[in-house]
């Protein structure tokens, strides 16, 4: 079964500075994707960025970027210009080829004013 | 925007009770999904559903059945609730040309 594993419970930023979340996951497919979502308290789960496997450039999406490592099978998350709103739970996830996706622990993030 | 509706935000029922989870999505999408959300143990697949009446048991089906009678809502079922279906639960329509899952806001639910 794939698996996905964010290893920072936790993690704190001040706010305006850049943090990134890390997110391994284990596969043996090669054609899959991957997305980070984020959860802000009591709020909806929305996606922040996907990355397909076959495409070797890093997904951007304005403050969001990835770092993507196929081979090391790392999806790391960056937030640069960190912002209050930004304080969320974070979930990396990872969909093969079908249907199911499946989700990492989380990453709770505090962003320090 | 693609809207997903969970009927109810918290939900407090008694051991025992049978317990009705609804989703209704608006976008026509194929897929749907029931999680369950726990600290340090992030999303898990209960069940999902690719099509009308059809379901494929996640990773935790046990204690749940769902029920998927029209394409825009698929219903979660707790036969007889638990205390440890105490959680929140969530549920995600999706699309397989979309390869997004697009979430509601989540159900509370308490077992007492």
């Known amino acids: 079964a794939q698996t996905v594993t964010q290893s920072q419970p936790e993690m704190s930023v001040q706010e305006a500075e850049t943090v990134t979340l890390s997110c391994t996951y284990d596969?043996?497919?090669?054609?899959?994707?991957l997305f980070w979502y984020k959860q802000p308290p009591s709020r909806q789960m929305i996606l922040v960025i996907r990355?397909?496997?076959?495409?070797?450039q890093n997904a951007t999406e304005n403050r969001f970027s990835v770092n993507f490592q196929k081979a090391a099978k790392s999806f790391s998350l960056k937030i640069s210009d960190s912002q209050l709103g930004d304080a969320a739970m974070y979930f990396c996830?990872?969909?093969?080829?079908?249907?199911?996706?499946?989700f990492g622990t989380g990453t709770s993030l505090t962003v320090i004013p | 925007d693609v809207k997903v509706t969970q009927s109810s935000r918290y939900l407090v029922k008694r051991t025992g009770e049978k317990v009705f989870l609804e989703c209704v999505q608006d976008?026509?999408?194929?897929?749907m999904f029931w999680y369950r959300q726990d600290p340090g143990l992030g999303l898990r697949l209960i069940y999902f559903?690719?099509?009308?009446?059809?379901?494929e048991k996640g990773d935790i089906p046990e204690g749940y059945s769902v029920s998927r009678e029209k394409k825009e809502r698929f219903s979660l079922i707790l036969e007889s609730a638990s205390t440890n279906q105490t959680s929140m639960y969530l549920c995600?329509?999706?699309?397989?040309?979309?390869?997004?899952?697009?979430f509601g806001a989540g159900t509370r639910l308490s077992v007492l």
């Open positions: 995600a329509s999706s699309s397989p040309g979309l390869r997004v899952q697009y």
């Open positions: 596969t043996s497919e090669s054609d899959y994707y």
């Open positions: 990355q397909e496997a076959y495409k070797q």
């Open positions: 996830a990872y969909r093969r080829t079908g249907n199911q996706f499946y």
């Open positions: 976008m026509d999408h194929e897929n």
């Open positions: 559903s690719y099509d009308v009446k059809m379901k």
